[in-house]
């Protein structure tokens, strides 16, 4: 019987590709204009007539080749400055246009939206994305290879109309938003979109096969721009902000309240038609949204997002080759919790007067771009200055400071070359240089991406070396440790029925933690998965993709078996637009842990922990965010017999869209595993030996969040995010790691299991009132409330444990920033009159 399904489920798909629209490549032609059309929204001028048009949208989704079911017409001029863009987009409801306000760069609302795309090198891989909502919101972002960059932020205008046949817009986009070849004539990849969102529609002009790997590579081209130049790109930001910081000290030599104002400048400067230098001096980022702080008990590192925009805009190059995390720029200094200091001269009990958790960015520069002949080049530098702990002198009450981290240089060096049929090569260096007798570290890689002509095959490879100069004062001037990794991967990326297989290695000493993420080397991994997808609606679905795959895992040295997962995978979306999912997991095997011991010698483990063989199932549905009211849910249970193990959680997100202004969204979760096991403390003897020590605990995880924001118009915001996290981990009994990985109960214990409990609550809310008063131009008021509490209460119910939370110190700080954006064309122009 399984056999005969399998064998419908092929059909169906076959009967389904059929007639699919045939893949072409589209052309239109820009006009040149001596006179620049007025942005009303309205292009009814003259000179928009003359502009050959582009139109016959064709469905993405939800029926994938079907034509757009409103008309869209398209036309496209240009001038010595900029390029204009102009769409009419009919509808036959237009009382139906939904409307929805949101901030600049919001992403997809309940809302209308038309964009352009524009491929100027013609790479089929890189693309400027430039979009307009009915409510005159813009958003814009850069397409690459490695994704999109959302943070990438451009000086144009828009304006949108209201109208018996629908809605409209016009759009000017500057040469110095964009960068383009030095030819005298131009060809451009372009693609233009239309989202009727009560229809849940996407349309392209140039028809995108959701069944071919990549999005460039399926735009249409524009002609006809010739004798343009890239002009002179220079602008300032400068920015003034003041800070007003609470946090109830209460010592008698420190201020409760901390006031402060700062300035600084970014400044960008078109090196040439192609190439970009952005530089950040003296920079604040003091309003950057508050990080998802959690109680971590993995033996690893808790990865944070990056959320100051210098370190977002523009990176996408430093982030392709995956040795690049900027949050090491500014981080925690190195000697934070262990300060050097003179032990002879003032002894083990010194108090700690200040310790700065973070370091001090003195300076940072990108510089970017790509050549005519399609290599990128990005350059990245930061500049970090000492940072000083002041310590006392409990005797004598002398401070005196010791150095925790010192002046540190942090570069990147990026080469990428683009190939045919969306191929790269792709070549990255990672550098930090440390003073005062700190070590050094680099790392070089290189990676390939290969596909063939038709981009349904695609594999490729990496090869990383990390390098960490240790200095020393024996007979050799320093040490250097070694370390490596290489991947390889291949699999077929398009058409309904698809395949990958990769296989990866990092060796015990690999290290790229200087600059770079990775939570743990001495691995070797494989993995293999079949897909297949259905694109085009069926049955009561608009689209269904199904998985399913193997991942087998083994530590590098020694060579051992650590684990093994089965798993199956299906995701689709109904005809009423919702959205769901399921996957199982299966873990058949015993698996081995050889880093939750935390257990090593030089530097490679020496101990392991058996797990037992488990199953997973999770799950999640998603409504139909078109409606007022929308519900997120997902959950899951995991459960291994032998140790009677349960982990279970489950998180529900209300939406509310309260009208065009006012938007909603409620999370809360919870999360609970029973009989789990964990690392607690070594035990060392004076013999030198070592007893690893486990625990039984139940974890207990609870997180509410509220984000809302209300939009005054396409200028002006309220937003919130306001979130409480509440994490307890009790344990109940102690047990002694054997050598072969069991685990044997400790009848007598010299002390309680309950001194091992840990209690963790975050609490923060941001609240941010922004006003684009100018392009470019903001104005923004902050409010941030933080409590952060990590101890063992006498009790563990949440509702008395947020109260104790809620009375804990806080820390609130009111801030207020101006940033005016300069551009030297728009001044020279305005000193000419």
Wanted: charged share 20%; net charge neutral; aromatic share 14%.
């Amino acid at each position: 019987m399984k056999y005969v399904c399998l064998l419908s489920l092929f059909l169906c798909s076959a009967l389904l590709s059929f007639g699919q629209a045939p893949k072409i490549t589209k052309k239109t032609t820009a006009i040149r204009t001596q006179t620049p059309p007025k942005l009303d929204g309205t292009p009814d001028e003259e000179i928009w007539q003359q502009a050959p048009v582009a139109t016959d949208f064709i469905q993405n989704v939800p029926n994938m080749g079907a034509p757009a079911k409103q008309r869209t017409e398209v036309r496209m001029l240009y001038d010595d400055a900029a390029v204009y863009v102009s769409a009419m987009l009919f509808d036959t409801a237009p009382d139906s246009i939904l409307t929805q306000l949101s901030a600049r760069d919001g992403g997809q609302v309940n809302a209308d939206m038309f964009g352009v795309y524009f491929d100027t090198y013609l790479d089929k891989q890189n693309a400027f994305g430039f979009e307009v909502a009915t409510s005159g919101v813009q958003t814009d972002f850069k397409l690459t290879s490695n994704g999109d960059d959302r943070a990438w932020d451009a000086v144009w205008q828009s304006a949108v109309a209201r109208h018996d046949k629908g809605w409209s817009v016009e759009i000017r986009i500057p040469y110095s938003a964009i960068r383009f070849p030095n030819k005298e004539v131009q060809t451009w990849g372009i693609n233009f979109w239309r989202g009727i969102r009560r229809y849940r529609e996407d349309a392209f002009w140039n028809f995108i096969d959701n069944s071919v790997q990549g999005f460039v590579n399926q735009f249409g081209e524009v002609d006809g721009i010739t004798n343009i130049k890239s002009p002179l790109r220079l602008s300032l930001m400068p920015y003034i902000s003041g800070y007003a910081d609470h946090y109830p000290y209460n010592q008698a030599d420190k201020d409760n309240l901390e006031t402060t104002v700062n300035g600084g400048m970014d400044i960008k400067y078109g090196i040439n038609d192609a190439f970009t230098l952005d530089m950040t001096l003296i920079p604040d980022f003091g309003q950057t949204q508050s990080d998802a702080q959690v109680l971590n008990l993995s033996p690893f590192e808790v990865r944070f997002n990056e959320n100051r925009q210098f370190f977002t805009e523009g990176t996408e190059l430093f982030n392709k080759a995956g040795l690049f995390y900027s949050r090491r720029i500014g981080a925690r200094p190195q000697d934070y919790f262990n300060p050097k200091y003179d032990h002879d001269r003032y002894g083990d009990n010194v108090e700690i007067v200040d310790n700065p958790d973070k370091t001090s960015l003195v300076n940072a520069t990108k510089v970017s771009g790509r050549t005519n002949k399609g290599l990128g080049v990005g350059i990245f530098n930061a500049v970090t200055k000492n940072t000083y702990a002041t310590l006392r002198d409990p005797e004598t009450g002398d401070e005196f400071e010791v150095l925790t981290d010192p002046i540190s240089n942090y570069n990147v060096l990026v080469l990428d070359q683009t190939l045919p049929n969306s191929s790269s090569v792709t070549f990255t260096n990672t550098n930090v240089t440390r003073g005062h007798g700190y070590y050094n570290a680099n790392v070089s890689g290189v990676m390939g991406r290969f596909s063939n002509k038709k981009n349904s095959y695609t594999g490729g490879g990496q090869f990383n070396l990390s390098q960490k100069y240790i200095k020393n004062t024996g007979p050799s001037r320093q040490n250097v440790d070694l370390g490596y990794t290489y991947n390889a991967w291949f699999g077929k990326t398009s058409g309904n029925f698809q395949f990958s297989t990769e296989h990866s290695v990092k060796n015990h000493t690999y290290d790229i933690n200087d600059l770079g993420y990775l939570s743990n080397n001495n691995s070797i991994d494989n993995a293999a998965n079949v897909r297949y997808n259905f694109y085009k609606p069926f049955w009561k679905l608009n689209s269904l993709y199904n998985a399913v795959g193997i991942q087998h895992r083994m530590l590098y040295k020694p060579a051992s078996f650590s684990q093994i997962v089965y798993f199956i995978q299906t995701n689709g979306n109904t005809k009423n637009f919702t959205s769901f999912g399921v996957t199982l997991a299966f873990l058949p095997h015993k698996n081995y842990d050889y880093f939750e011991p935390r257990s090593y010698e030089n530097g490679v483990p020496n101990r392991k922990w058996r797990q037992p063989g488990g199953k997973e199932i999770n799950a999640y549905v998603s409504s139909d965010y078109r409606k007022r009211f929308a519900l997120d849910v997902n959950g899951g249970i995991f459960h291994a017999g032998e140790y009677n193990q349960k982990n279970y959680w489950i998180n529900v997100s209300p939406r509310v869209r309260v009208n065009d202004h006012l938007m909603l969204v409620y999370r809360t979760g919870y999360n609970e595993s029973l009989n789990s096991y964990g690392f607690v403390e070594n035990l060392v003897y004076d013999d030198g030996h070592k007893d690893i020590i486990f625990g039984q605990r139940t974890v207990k995880t609870i997180e509410n969040s509220l984000t809302g924001s209300y939009i005054f118009n396409a200028r002006t915001a309220l937003n919130i995010n306001a979130r409480h996290y509440y994490s307890n981990a009790s344990y109940h009994q102690k047990l002694l790691l054997l050598e072969d990985g069991n685990m044997l109960p400790i009848k007598d214990p010299a002390e309680s299991p309950s001194a091992s409990n840990r209690n963790f609550n975050a609490f923060n809310v941001d609240l941010v009132y922004s006003w684009r008063f100018a392009p470019g131009s903001e104005m923004s008021l902050v409010w941030k409330n933080a409590i952060y509490d990590d101890q063992v209460p006498p009790h563990t119910s949440y509702g008395r444990n947020l109260r104790s939370t809620l009375e804990a110190n806080q820390l609130n700080s009111f801030s207020v920033k101006l940033l005016y954006y300069l551009d030297y064309l728009v001044i020279k122009q305005a000193l000419k009159k």
